[in-house]
């Protein structure tokens, strides 16, 4: 089994994420998706919606198997996790 290992500071991947997320990702999701999640992938700015953390998350990497996953709760403060892969 393959264990992935994070290639960003805890600091790095929040500034990513945030910033591709403010800049790419709200003014497209933002409307009418209230309360959904967004997984974003830091390093190629792919990102995925749905309406929970894992089904955002396998979306996204079906198509990028190796992506740095940032997730974000539309219209929440909370949710940022720090990680790569599933969750539990």
């Known amino acids: 089994m393959t264990i992935d290992q994070l290639r960003y500071s805890k600091e790095e991947f929040a500034r990513r994420g ?3 997320y403010d800049s790419q990702v709200r003014p497209q999701v933002e409307e009418g998706n ?3 999640i967004v997984a974003i992938d830091i390093e190629t700015r792919a990102f ?3 309406k929970d953390t894992m089904t955002a998350s396998d979306r996204l990497l079906e198509k990028y198997p190796d992506a740095q996953i940032w997730r974000v ?3 929440h403060k909370g949710v940022h996790r ?3 892969g599933r969750l539990l």
């Open 34 to 36: 209230y309360g959904k």
């Open 73 to 75: 709760r539309i219209g």
């Open 82 to 84: 720090f990680g790569i």
């Open 48 to 50: 995925e919606l749905a």
């Open 18 to 20: 945030n910033e591709i």
